[in-house]
């Protein structure tokens, strides 16, 4: 699968500069139940464009940050970003917003895109060695070949939502690990083979 091979990867200084455009982004058109998810793409020429979500109120014209960030790139004259999209005529992939249901695999190989929700909060993403091995003289509970370390581990907790629930619906989809630390109030995910526990 071409998404778990790039999550497997470490993130480069690219990724990251499109991570913090995203959150840039939201972060100052952030409204709760309005604007809540941020965008960024990078396209051939190597210019980034961002986008956040237009939520509800548009109706059933709710539109994803994705989309926004597409429709300036295009209106920027990108239009092969827009043209080389791998969808045929009549393909469904609306179904909740406007591109909520666009496959990452649709995009040409050349743009990269990132979504952000900053109502995740991110306690641990990608860790490096020395830093797992810092956390694991500090703490129990930290594996030695930690998925964090290949960058295929998040440990994240939703303000307002709780953290069984979180987890419960992540054992649900049955794929990756899921690890539930209730004292700690976070939840484990990572895109190893499906397995479940509590910390
Ligand atoms: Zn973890």
Redesign the pocket.
């Given at each position: 699968m071409k998404h778990a091979a790039k999550l497997g990867k470490k993130l480069g200084k690219a990724e990251k500069e499109l991570i913090a455009a995203a959150t840039k982004a939201i972060k100052q058109r952030y409204r709760d139940d309005w604007q809540e998810v941020g965008a960024a793409l990078r396209t051939r020429s190597g210019k980034i464009f961002t986008g956040v979500n237009l939520d509800a109120y548009l109706g059933r014209m709710a539109v994803c940050a994705e989309a926004v960030a597409l429709g300036r790139a295009f209106v920027d004259h990108e239009h092969e970003v827009i043209e080389e999209l791998q969808f045929r005529p009549g393909q469904r992939v609306l179904d909740v917003g406007v591109g909520t249901g666009i496959s990452l695999d649709a995009y040409p190989p050349y743009v990269h895109i990132v979504g952000v929700d900053p109502k995740f909060s991110v306690i641990?993403g990608y860790r490096s060695p020395q830093t797992n091995a810092r956390l694991r003289e500090r703490s129990t509970g930290v594996a030695q070949h930690?998925l964090?370390i290949e960058g295929r581990?998040?440990?994240v907790r939703m303000p307002g939502v709780d953290c069984a629930g979180l987890a419960a619906c992540a054992e649900d989809l049955k794929r990756g690990g899921v690890?539930y630390y209730r004292a700690s109030d976070f939840v484990?995910l990572?895109t190893g083979r499906f397995r479940t526990w509590r910390g």
């Amino acid at each position: 699968m071409k998404h778990a091979a790039k999550l497997g990867k470490k993130l480069g200084k690219a990724e990251k500069e499109l991570i913090a455009a995203a959150t840039k982004a939201i972060k100052q058109r952030y409204r709760d139940d309005w604007q809540e998810v941020g965008a960024a793409l990078r396209t051939r020429s190597g210019k980034i464009f961002t986008g956040v979500n237009l939520d509800a109120y548009l109706g059933r014209m709710a539109v994803c940050a994705e989309a926004v960030a597409l429709g300036r790139a295009f209106v920027d004259h990108e239009h092969e970003v827009i043209e080389e999209l791998q969808f045929r005529p009549g393909q469904r992939v609306l179904d909740v917003g406007v591109g909520t249901g666009i496959s990452l695999d649709a995009y040409p190989p050349y743009v990269h895109i990132v979504g952000v929700d900053p109502k995740f909060s991110v306690i641990s993403g990608y860790r490096s060695p020395q830093t797992n091995a810092r956390l694991r003289e500090r703490s129990t509970g930290v594996a030695q070949h930690s998925l964090h370390i290949e960058g295929r581990a998040i440990d994240v907790r939703m303000p307002g939502v709780d953290c069984a629930g979180l987890a419960a619906c992540a054992e649900d989809l049955k794929r990756g690990g899921v690890g539930y630390y209730r004292a700690s109030d976070f939840v484990h995910l990572d895109t190893g083979r499906f397995r479940t526990w509590r910390g």
